[in-house]
């Protein structure tokens, strides 16, 4: 992996990470309000769910 695809590949996160409070800025902020109150084993599923199809679409597509 080189220096430029690592470096475009965090831009294209910031960049959707972004879209969300940038386009609606109170459902972002009520969304992270009801985030807030989950249970510790749900964010972790939530995450482990989120990291698990990032790399198989990673699999998927190399």
Known sequence: MTLQLFVTAIALVLILEGLGPLLFPQKWKKYLFELSGQ?????????????????????IFQ
């Open 39 to 59: 249970n510790q084993n749900v964010l972790r599923r939530l995450g482990g769910s989120l990291v698990t199809a990032g790399v198989v679409l990673l699999i």
